[in-house]
């Protein structure tokens, strides 16, 4: 089921509405000017928790009057990509639509549903994050980035004082991270506090080993480099410092729930669960205490401390152009990802606490004058500095492959099977089932 926001603008909307609001056009891709009002449709998904794309629609509309953007509500989750996917291939599918990630963005781009856009991406700064990851095959960009969540170490600070164990510092490496989280388990035993939560999620090891591994490669074929990394996070578990991966699963723990309140003093976590804390400790879902952000623990001393890049893993979040929009509308539609992807679009998401593609100097006091965000120079400097790599590289064999490494990363964690013979078995399966050598 989809349903429809419309923004309230007024006689302008009546005339705008008038407009069709997708398909049925004749998708030639020239960009062009309607003749008076144009009213576009924008996908989005849990309109009630989820405020970014009425935020853009808003903030859109606002600085061009003539444009309604009108955002139809779709699945969340995995059911939003077969939803979408359907209503492509139906014609029914709204103007714009958001990529919630790059292994989508190979099958819409093969499939011939985006529009061309790298009129837009050559006229964005360079320095936006994700930029080059809509770039296909010919050479051609077929959709921008406007968010590119990264992930940082958040960790509660009143849990730290009372462990008596010393805060990141932006120094850590992940043997740093593993003594801190076993000290403070240690410490706080007797409160059932643990010192850190790893959710159950691939991300939270393949991600980082992916980022940050020795010779890391996802199509290669070859997994070893997986190996310190699920090694390092079995050990916490063994010793009690973070939640096992049965119980996770078994009893459906959430990252929200073990951090916010105060059952684990550190989360591995992308930058979106900032905007999700500072809402439920308003809100009283999650407790009232201090918490700061820090660079995402490293492999080795070579990337760490404040005058280096940290590297860190997320994918963007992008929006492409309905091939089939409505040839009128295509130069508004084009002009509404400049304005997401830009610094316009970047100001108005920091404002509600989400991590733009776009990050400079203004954005960053946009976001951190927020009520509820942490001011202090570490956190400033974790949001905004990170040589962010994706997660899901752009190929045909990706997903395919994920599949794969996600069967590998119950089994290691359950234990199951081990290390190295879960490693082995994922090779083999990638060279059979995706073709890699």
């Not at 320095?127 to 990264?150: F, I």
């Not at 990802?337 to 991590?355: C, D, M, P, S, V």
Request: proline share 5%; net charge negative; aromatic share 8%.
């Amino acid at each position: 089921m989809k349903r429809t926001t419309p923004i309230a603008i007024g006689a302008t909307a009546a005339i705008a509405l008038t407009l069709t609001a997708c398909g049925g056009g004749t998708g030639g891709g020239e960009e062009t000017t309607a003749d008076g009002p144009v009213t576009l449709t924008l996908a989005g998904w849990s309109l009630d928790s989820t405020p970014e794309f009425q935020t853009l629609a808003d903030a859109y509309h606002e600085a061009n009057p003539e444009v309604t953007v009108e955002v139809v509500e779709y699945p969340a989750g995995n059911d939003y990509a077969t939803a979408m996917t359907a209503d492509l291939a139906a014609g029914t599918a709204p103007d714009v639509y958001v990529l919630k990630n790059l292994k989508d963005f190979v099958t819409y781009s093969n499939g011939q549903q985006l529009l061309d856009v790298s009129d837009v991406v050559g006229e964005l700064d360079p320095a936006t994050g994700g930029l080059d990851q809509y770039e296909a095959e010919d050479g051609k960009s077929y959709a921008v980035p406007y968010r590119q969540d990264s992930w940082v170490l958040y960790y509660d600070k009143d849990l730290f004082a009372q462990a008596g164990v010393a805060e990141p510092d932006g120094s850590w490496t992940w043997e740093d991270y593993g003594t801190a989280a076993q000290d403070i388990t240690e410490a706080l035993s007797a409160d059932g506090v643990k010192g850190t939560y790893l959710h159950n999620w691939q991300s939270t090891v393949q991600g980082f080993a992916l980022a940050q591994g020795e010779d890391a490669d996802l199509l290669s074929g070859d997994y070893a480099y997986l190996a310190p990394f699920y090694e390092r996070a079995l050990a916490l578990q063994d010793a009690g410092a973070q939640a096992d991966f049965g119980t996770i699963t078994t009893n459906t723990l959430t990252y929200q729930g073990e951090f916010g309140l105060q059952k684990a003093a550190m989360l591995p976590m992308g930058t979106w669960y900032t905007a999700t804390l500072i809402a439920q400790q308003a809100s009283g879902e999650a407790n009232d205490f201090e918490w700061g952000i820090a660079p995402i623990p490293q492999a080795d001393a070579s990337t760490t401390g404040t005058d280096s890049t940290p590297v860190t893993f997320g994918d963007p979040t992008g929006l492409g152009i309905n091939p089939k929009t409505d040839e009128a509308k295509i130069g508004a539609a084009k002009d509404f990802l400049r304005f997401a992807a830009g610094e316009e679009g970047a100001n108005a998401l920091a404002e509600i606490g989400i991590t733009p593609a776009l990050t400079n100097d203004t954005v960053t006091e946009t976001f951190f004058a927020l009520e509820g965000v942490p001011g202090d120079d570490l956190s400033k400097f974790a949001f905004s500095t990170h040589d962010t790599r994706p997660e899901n590289p752009v190929a045909a064999q990706t997903a395919i492959v994920q599949n794969i490494l996600n069967d590998l990363h119950s089994a290691v964690m359950s234990g199951s099977t081990a290390v190295d013979a879960a490693i082995e078995e994922a090779g083999k399966r990638a060279q059979s089932e995706a073709g890699l050598s």
